[in-house]
């Protein structure tokens, strides 16, 4: 199955898709903000685009255009970073939805790849008409990223706190394994390596920078293209399994 691109189509072909039983559309939210020394902005953006397109892939589906700005606040100490809060986020999830079921999609998989998206969407899915609820099928559980950061404690023997949660080892790594063009390795220095649990609630009640001079949570200095293969893997595996289990 390969996935149908959206945007690139015209509108009587995506009529048609919809017609010949395409129904399923898949919506990721990244952001634009800091990943470190070693990393662009754009990383969850890339992100995002590369795993809406795999899960399209997998369940049949159309892939739309990435959302490439985020709930990022806690990421404003470093220059470049875009952010919106929560009530311009939750309106965005609603018009988008309502744009998507109007057109006749009967499932929108809304998945976020950055980690401060996860909490605004579940409260944007909260807030939506119960019509259009029916047919979101949004993936908003923050420890899917501890489960990856196992992964590599597991098959790589990379400690959980360099695995981190931001610019750590395994974000890194599936970068590498996409676009190993962006990935600065000879940049790339050790952040916050303490307890991810206490990093994720310093890093959002105080901001990344009271933690991280770098700007990264964890340590991504053994990267690897060949990990972050794994991590891709694993990750479509868990998406997959989120979204049928709540179809």
Not at 160 to 165: I, K, T
Not at 177 to 203: F, K, S, T
Request: glycine share 8%.
């Amino acid at each position: 199955m390969v996935a149908v691109e959206l945007d690139k189509l015209t509108w009587p072909e995506v009529r048609a898709e919809l017609q010949a039983g395409r129904e399923t559309v898949v919506v990721a939210f990244g952001a634009t903000e800091q990943h470190a020394h070693h990393m662009p902005l754009a990383t969850d953006a890339l992100i995002g685009d590369h795993f809406a397109r795999l899960l399209a892939d997998r369940l049949d589906a159309f892939v739309a255009p990435t959302v490439r700005v985020g709930c990022s606040s806690h990421h404003l100490a470093f220059p470049g970073t875009l952010s919106i809060g929560d009530e311009t986020f939750h309106a965005i999830v609603a018009d988008l939805v309502s744009s998507l079921a109007g057109a006749g999609f009967s499932r929108i998989v809304l998945v976020p790849t950055h980690g401060g998206n996860f909490g605004p969407l579940a409260a944007a899915v909260e807030k939506l008409p119960e019509s259009h609820r029916r047919q979101v099928v949004a993936i908003t559980d923050l420890s899917v990223f501890l489960r990856v950061a196992q992964l590599g404690e597991e098959s790589f023997d990379v400690p959980m706190a360099e695995g981190g949660l931001h610019a750590g080892e395994w974000e890194t790594s599936m970068l590498l394994a996409i676009h190993p063009d962006l990935v600065h390795m000879d940049r790339a220095e050790p952040g916050y390596v303490g307890d991810p649990q206490e990093a994720i609630a310093g890093m959002f009640e105080s901001g990344v920078d009271s933690l991280s001079h770098t700007g990264a949570i964890g340590d991504p200095r053994r990267a690897s293209a060949e990990h972050g293969r794994r991590y891709w893997d694993a990750v479509l595996d868990l998406a997959v399994e989120s979204v049928e289990a709540e179809t």
